[in-house]
C-alpha cells in the first residue's frame, strides 16, 4: 500500500514537471520561501528492504537541491534570519532555509560538507535524550528486527499475530503494520514497551542504535561551533506532544531547550515538533511553544511560506527531501509550491 502510494506521488510530481503545470502555479502557490526538511544525509544503500527510506537524502541530491536554488538566486539563510524577515515583512528576495531533525551523525560527515560548498546555513534539532545516548529510535529499532527475522509475533489489539518476515515485500508489509499500530499506541510507554519486548526476542540493542546514529553532546559541541549550524529543540524523548498531558508536554520543549543550551552554551531558540503532522502538533502545541517563547516551530505539514505565516510562526510548514524522490526533475516541483499547494487543496495557511 505504502509502495502504492510512494508510485501515485511519484507520477504527480513527474506529471507536475512534465506537463510544466508547476510553472503556471508558481506565481500562486511558490510563497516567499521555503523550509526544507531532512533526516539522513548519507550515501544510498543497497538493502532492498528500506522502510525508512524517506527519511533519507544522498549528498548528490543535497548538491542539487542547492545548486538549483543557488541558480534561482534564491536567498539561503538561518532560521534567525527567516523569523526576522517574516517579522519585518521583508519578501523582495525569495528564501529558503534548510532543517534536520535527530542529530544524526551523518548531518556532520555529509551534509556539513556540501552545506560548505555552497556557504549555506542550516538548523538541525536535537533531541535530548538523543545526545544523552538514552534516545529510543524505535522506527530504526523495527527496521532491525523485521530486516533479520523471518517472522515476527505480536499481539495487536489483544489478539497474537505472527506477521511474515521472509520477503522484502514481506517485511515491507510487516513493517506498515507494525509502524502503524505502534504510532497509534496511546502513550509513549506503550510504544517503549512493545518494542522493548521485541528488540529482546529478537536480539536488537535499542540503545545501540542511538549512540550509533546520533552525535553526542561532545560531538555537537564543535559541530554546533560551526558558524553554518543552528542548533533547534525537538524535545527531550522525541515524543509525540499532542499525546502528552499539557504540564508534560510544556516540560518537553522547555526542559530540552535548557539542556542544549547547558550542554553548548548558546541560545536554542527554535523548535520542531517531533513527528510533527496533525497527530503530533495541533494548536495548543502551537501556543505552548509560542508562550516557551521560542522564535520559530516547525512542522511536517507539507507547505511553503506566506506573509501570513508571519502570524503563525510556531506553526510553519515544511516541504520534505524525501529520500523516495530524488530525481533531478523533483527540486524545481519543489521549489514552485505546486506539489505542497495540490497537497493542502490549495490552501496557503495550514495551522488548526
Ligand atoms: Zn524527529
Given at each position: 500500500?505504502?509502495?502504492?502510494?510512494?508510485?501515485?506521488?511519484?507520477?504527480?510530481?513527474?506529471?507536475?514537471?512534465?506537463?510544466?503545470?508547476?510553472?503556471?502555479?508558481?506565481?500562486?502557490?511558490?510563497?516567499?520561501?521555503?523550509?526544507?526538511?531532512?533526516?539522513?544525509?548519507?550515501?544510498?544503500?543497497?538493502?532492498?528492504?528500506?522502510?525508512?527510506?524517506?527519511?533519507?537524502?544522498?549528498?548528490?541530491?543535497?548538491?542539487?537541491?542547492?545548486?538549483?536554488?543557488?541558480?534561482?538566486?534564491?536567498?539561503?539563510?538561518?532560521?534567525?534570519?527567516?523569523?526576522?524577515?517574516?517579522?519585518?515583512?521583508?519578501?523582495?528576495?525569495?528564501?529558503?532555509?534548510?532543517?534536520?531533525?535527530?542529530?544524526?551523525?551523518?548531518?556532520?560527515?555529509?551534509?556539513?560538507?556540501?552545506?560548505?560548498?555552497?556557504?549555506?546555513?542550516?538548523?538541525?534539532?536535537?533531541?535530548?535524550?538523543?545526545?544523552?545516548?538514552?534516545?529510543?529510535?524505535?522506527?530504526?529499532?523495527?527496521?532491525?528486527?523485521?530486516?533479520?527475522?523471518?517472522?515476527?509475533?505480536?499481539?495487536?489489539?489483544?489478539?497474537?499475530?505472527?506477521?511474515?518476515?521472509?520477503?522484502?515485500?514481506?517485511?515491507?508489509?510487516?513493517?506498515?503494520?507494525?509502524?502503524?499500530?505502534?504510532?497509534?499506541?496511546?502513550?509513549?510507554?506503550?510504544?517503549?514497551?512493545?518494542?522493548?519486548?521485541?528488540?529482546?526476542?529478537?536480539?536488537?540493542?535499542?540503545?545501540?542504535?542511538?549512540?550509533?546514529?546520533?552525535?553526542?553532546?561532545?560531538?555537537?559541541?564543535?559541530?554546533?561551533?560551526?558558524?553554518?549550524?543552528?542548533?533547534g529543540?525537538?524535545?527531550?524523548?522525541?515524543?509525540?506532544?499532542?499525546?502528552?498531558?499539557?504540564?508534560i508536554?510544556?516540560?518537553?520543549?522547555?526542559?530540552?531547550?535548557?539542556r542544549?543550551?547547558?550542554?553548548?552554551?548558546?541560545?536554542?531558540?527554535?523548535?520542531?515538533y517531533?513527528?510533527g503532522?496533525?497527530?503530533?502538533?495541533?494548536?495548543?502545541?502551537?501556543a505552548?511553544?509560542?508562550?516557551?517563547?521560542?522564535?520559530?516551530?516547525?512542522?511536517?505539514?507539507p507547505?511553503?511560506?506566506?506573509?501570513?505565516?508571519?502570524?503563525?510562526?510556531?506553526?510553519l510548514?515544511?516541504?520534505?527531501?524525501?529520500?523516495?524522490?530524488?530525481?533531478?526533475?523533483?527540486?524545481?516541483?519543489?521549489?514552485?509550491?505546486?506539489?505542497?499547494?495540490?497537497?493542502?487543496?490549495?490552501?496557503?495557511?495550514?495551522?488548526?
Amino acid at each position: 500500500m505504502k509502495q502504492f502510494r510512494n508510485n501515485v506521488i511519484r507520477a504527480g510530481l513527474g506529471a507536475l514537471y512534465f506537463t510544466g503545470v508547476h510553472h503556471l502555479l508558481r506565481p500562486l502557490f511558490a510563497g516567499v520561501g521555503a523550509i526544507f526538511m531532512l533526516h539522513h544525509v548519507r550515501p544510498g544503500r543497497e538493502a532492498e528492504f528500506q522502510p525508512n527510506r524517506h527519511l533519507e537524502i544522498a549528498p548528490e541530491f543535497l548538491r542539487a537541491m542547492l545548486a538549483h536554488l543557488r541558480a534561482r538566486d534564491i536567498d539561503i539563510i538561518t532560521m534567525d534570519e527567516a523569523y526576522r524577515r517574516l517579522i519585518e515583512r521583508r519578501f523582495s528576495q525569495r528564501f529558503a532555509c534548510f532543517t534536520l531533525d535527530d542529530g544524526y551523525r551523518d548531518n556532520r560527515d555529509y551534509a556539513l560538507p556540501v552545506m560548505r560548498e555552497f556557504d549555506a546555513p542550516f538548523a538541525v534539532y536535537v533531541a535530548s535524550d538523543f545526545a544523552e545516548g538514552s534516545g529510543r529510535l524505535w522506527w530504526v529499532a523495527l527496521e532491525r528486527i523485521i530486516a533479520k527475522a523471518s517472522f515476527v509475533e505480536v499481539a495487536i489489539g489483544g489478539t497474537a499475530s505472527r506477521l511474515d518476515t521472509s520477503t522484502p515485500a514481506a517485511k515491507q508489509a510487516a513493517f506498515d503494520r507494525l509502524h502503524d499500530w505502534l504510532r497509534g499506541l496511546p502513550a509513549e510507554r506503550d510504544i517503549q514497551r512493545e518494542i522493548g519486548a521485541l528488540c529482546a526476542r529478537h536480539g536488537v540493542d535499542e540503545g545501540k542504535v542511538c549512540r550509533e546514529l546520533c552525535m553526542s553532546w561532545g560531538e555537537l559541541k564543535p559541530f554546533a561551533d560551526d558558524p553554518l549550524v543552528t542548533i533547534g529543540a525537538h524535545t527531550i524523548t522525541h515524543c509525540n506532544l499532542a499525546r502528552q498531558s499539557e504540564a508534560i508536554a510544556a516540560r518537553e520543549m522547555a526542559v530540552s531547550r535548557a539542556r542544549i543550551e547547558s550542554a553548548l552554551q548558546r541560545p536554542a531558540v527554535h523548535l520542531a515538533y517531533p513527528y510533527g503532522d496533525k497527530i503530533a502538533a495541533g494548536p495548543r502545541e502551537f501556543a505552548l511553544a509560542h508562550a516557551a517563547e521560542f522564535k520559530t516551530a516547525v512542522t511536517t505539514r507539507p507547505g511553503m511560506i506566506f506573509p501570513e505565516s508571519a502570524d503563525h510562526l510556531t506553526a510553519l510548514p515544511r516541504v520534505s527531501l524525501n529520500g523516495n524522490y530524488q530525481e533531478a526533475h523533483i527540486p524545481p516541483v519543489l521549489t514552485s509550491g505546486a506539489a505542497t499547494a495540490m497537497w493542502n487543496g490549495f490552501r496557503r495557511i495550514d495551522a488548526a
